[in-house]
C-alpha cells in the first residue's frame, strides 16, 4: 500500500476468457501477457506492518482487504470483448458519438478517443456531483485534466465547440437510478462542464500560438524534432497534452522528445515529492524521539487545565528546558488548547510554570495526534516535567467560536437559497473574521445576499442549541450530517447539531448556542476560481465594530457634504450626476479631438496598390481603445492595412487590422503584428482581420512602427491581383 504501512501476501482470482483470447502457445498463465486472463478480485492477507527500514512487524489486528471489478465482471458476464461494450458504458459512448458527429467501430484511434470521452466524462460528471469544481489545484486540479483530456478527444475527432454536456446528460440518465443526487445537480453540472470547455478551447488558442512560433523556428526545423523542455513547458504553463503538440508536429513533420519530456515530467513530480517528504520526516523524526502518547484535548470544556511538560523543542532540536526570551514548542499529556484544523485556528494563551511563563502564539498538530504549543518564553525558565497551567485566550476562543458557529449556519442557509450544490469546498475560522469557500456559478445578487444575511440573524436570534455528539459515520450521514468532500472521517465521528437546523461533521470548538454569535453580516463576496465563490463575513464583536466605523463614516460625510443623515444619500446622486454628465462633455470633446486625429492619418496616408497604409503611434489608456480607433479607420479608409502602437503602462502595445477585401485576397493582420512586435523584441499573434501583440523594448517602438510600414508596402506590392 505504499513504502510504509500495513501489507501482506494476497491472493489474485482470475477469468480464463478462453483460448481465442490467447496471445501465443507459451503465453498461458494468469501471470503472463496474455489477454486470456481477466483479473477479477484481489484478496490481501495483511498481516504486517512495514516500516520505512522495509522491516515487517505483525500487526495487533489482522485482517483481508478484499477488491472487486465490478465492470471486469460486468464483461465476463455480457461476454463483452472489453468492459467498454458493456451495459455500463454503450449508451454512454453512443452519446459521445452523436455528439462529435462520429460513430462508434469507424475505426480504432476513433474508437479510442469515444471511449476516452465516455470514460472521463463520467469521472467528471461525479466528481462535480460531490462537489469538485476545476481548478489549479488538488482535486479540482484533478477534474480540470480528466475534462481536459476528454475536450481533447473531441477535438482530435473533428469537434471544436463545447459538446460534453450531452454525455454529461447521458451519464446522469444511465447512473441516475442508482445515484439520485446526480439528477439534482443537473444545472450546475452544465455550466460547470460549459465553462471549462470554453476555459480549454481558448487556452488551446493561446497554446496553439505558441506551439506555432516554435515549429517556425528556424533552429527547430534543422533539427526536426523539438526538445523535451519545451514540450513539457507548453504542458506544464500553457496546459497543452501532450498527443496535441505531437499531432500538431507531426502535420509539419517534426518530431517531439517524448522522453526529455518524461524525464521534465518526473524531475518535477520528484521536487514535490521531495520537498514535502522533507517536511514531513524532519518533523516525525523529532517528536518520535520524545516517544510521547498523543495529547489529550480537554478544550471542548475546559479553557483552562492543569497539565505536565512532556516535551520541548527548541530551534528544531529537543531540549531539556528554555529561559526567558527563547522561541519554544511545548508538548503536555492534556491541554485546553486547540490545535488548527478543518479551518480554525489554533488557539493563543498562556502556559504558567513554577519557575517561568511561556506565551502561546499559536497551536499546532503536525502528527500523531502530539498537539505543539508554539509560543515564547515570557519570564523565568521551563522545563520538562514541570507542572503546569494552561490557559486559553478566552475572549479570543469566544471570537472564533462565534465565526465557527456561524460558518455552519451560513453553509447551511446558502444550500438553502442557492441550491445543494453550494456546498463548502474550504474556509477560514479566526478570531477577526470567517472565510468561506462554496460551490456556486455566479455572484450572489444584492437580493441572495440579503436573504442569506437575513435567515442567518433569525436563526441567531431563536437562539437555538448547539450540541456535539459522538456517534458512528454511518448513523450521523444516515441523521443528515453533512460530511465535507474530500475530508478523512473514522469510523466515529463528532456531529454538531443547531437546533434542528443544521447538522454538520465537524472537530472545531462552537457556542452553546446561536444567540451568543450576537450578529452577522456579509463584507465582501468575490470569485476564487471557475465555479468558486468566497464569503468574508463579521460577527459578534468584530461586526459591531464594522457598523460603528461604518456609522462614522457616514456621519462625517454628511458633515461634508453639509447634509442632514437622511439626505445623504440624494446628495451623493447628485454629485455623481453632476461628474457623469462633465465625464460625457469630456469625453465627446476627447473623441472630436481623436477623429480629428484619425482622419489626419487617413488623408495622410500613403497608398499602395489603391490600399492605404496606416502604421501610426497613438496615445491610448488601454488596449480596447486601440481595437476602437481601428474599427474607426477601417469604417472611413476604405482599402487599408492598420498598424497602431502605444505604450500603455510602461509596455509595447501593437494591433493589426486589415479592411475584409484584404483578408479575402489572402492578407493575414497576424502576420503584420508579428513583425511590428519582433522589431521591438516582443512578439503577437491573432486572426486575418485583426491581431494583437506587446512587449519588448519600449526605445524601439518607433522604429518597429516605420520598420512595419515598409514591410506592409512590400506585401501589398508583391501580392498579385
Known sequence: MGETGPSGPDSEIFYDLGPAWQKDDKDTLPSGESQRFLEIWNLVFMEYHQD???????????????????????????????????????????????????????????????????????????????????????????????????????RRLGRKEPFLEAVAGKVVEVMSGRYPDLAKGVPHLTKAINSEEERFHRTLEVGSELLNALLDDPET????????????????????????????????????????????????????????????????????????????????????????VRGLIKEGKVV?????????????????????????????????????????????????????????????IIRVDDEVTARVNVERRRDIMRNHTATHLLHKALREILGPHALQAGSLVAPDRLRFDFRHDAALSKEERKEVEKKINVKIRENLPVGAKIMPYSEALAAGAVALFGEK???????????????????????????????????????????MRRIEALTGRGAEEHYRLTATTLQELAHKLRVPDDQMKTKVENLLRQVG???????????????????????????????????????????????????????????????????????????????????????????????????AGGSGGGRANLAEGGGGDP???????????????????????
Request: a neutral charge; glycine letters at 10%; one cysteine or more.
Open 489 to 531: 472521517y473514522g469510523d466515529e465521528v463528532r456531529v454538531i447539531s443547531i437546533g434542528d437546523y443544521s447538522r454538520e461533521l465537524c472537530g472545531g470548538t462552537h457556542l452553546r448556542a446561536t444567540g451568543e454569535i450576537g450578529f452577522f453580516t456579509i463584507v465582501e463576496e468575490s470569485a476564487v476560481g471557475a465555479g
Open 52 to 154: 520505512r527500514s522495509k522491516k515487517l512487524h505483525p500487526l495487533p489486528s489482522k485482517n483481508i482487504d478484499t477488491g472487486m471489478g465490478l465492470e471486469r465482471m460486468a464483461m465476463v458476464m455480457q461476454k463483452a470483448h472489453n468492459v467498454y461494450e458493456t451495459d455500463l458504458f454503450q449508451d454512454i459512448i453512443t452519446a459521445a458519438a452523436t455528439a462529435t458527429g462520429n460513430n462508434y467501430g469507424g475505426s480504432e484511434e476513433m474508437n479510442r478517443s469515444l471511449r476516452v470521452i465516455a470514460e472521463h466524462t463520467r469521472a467528471a460528471t461525479f466528481l462535480i456531483g460531490d462537489g469538485v469544481m476545476p481548478a489549479n489545484e488538488g482535486r479540482g486540479y484533478v477534474l480540470r485534466r480528466i475534462l481536459r483530456k476528454a475536450i481533447f478527444h473531441g
Open 320 to 380: 531539556t528546558s528554555a529561559q526567558k526570551g527563547e522561541e519554544i514548542q511545548i508538548v503536555l499529556d492534556q491541554t485546553p488548547f486547540y490545535a488548527e484544523a478543518g479551518g480554525q485556528v489554533g488557539d493563543t494563551g498562556v502556559i504558567d510554570g513554577p519557575e517561568g511563563k511561556v506565551r502561546v502564539l499559536d497551536t499546532q498538530s503536525p502528527f500523531g495526534g502530539i498537539i505543539l504549543h508554539n509560543g515564547q518564553v515570557e519570564e523565568g
Open 699 to 721: 526605445k524601439k517602438l518607433s522604429e518597429a512602427v516605420n520598420s512595419t510600414m515598409g514591410f506592409i508596402a512590400q506585401l501589398l506590392a508583391q501580392k498579385k491581383g
Open 581 to 679: 454628465e462633465q465625464k460625457r462633455k469630456l469625453s465627446r470633446l476627447t473623441r472630436k479631438e481623436k477623429e480629428k486625429q484619425l482622419t489626419e492619418f487617413v488623408s495622410s496616408a500613403a497608398a499602395v496598390k489603391g490600399v492605404k497604409v496606416i502604421a501610426r503611434i497613438v496615445e491610448a489608456e488601454e488596449p480596447a481603445a486601440l481595437r476602437e480607433m481601428s474599427d474607426w479607420l477601417k469604417d472611413h479608409a476604405g482599402s487599408a492595412a492598420i498598424l497602431l502602437a502605444s505604450h500603455i503602462e510602461g509596455r509595447n502595445f501593437f494591433l493589426a487590422a486589415l479592411t475584409p477585401d484584404l483578408v479575402k485576397k489572402g492578407f493575414k493582420a497576424a502576420e503584420i503584428v508579428k513583425y511590428a512586435a519582433q522589431v
Open 221 to 308: 526545423k534543422r533539427l526536426g524534432i523539438i526538445p523535451g523542455e519545451d514540450v513539457f513547458r507548453l504542458y506544464d504553463t500553457y496546459g497543452l497534452p501532450l498527443d496535441f503538440t505531437r499531432d500538431m508536429a507531426r502535420e509539419r513533420g517534426i518530431a517531439i522528445d517524448e522522453e526529455g519530456y518524461q524525464q521534465e515530467l518526473a524531475r518535477q513530480k520528484e521536487r514535490g515529492r521531495a520537498a514535502a517528504k522533507f517536511v514531513q520526516e524532519k518533523s516525525e523524526e523529532v517528536l518520535r524521539e520524545l516517544k510521547l502518547r498523543p495529547t489529550k484535548f480537554e478544550g471542548y470544556k475546559a479553557l483552562e487545565t492543569e497539565s505536565q
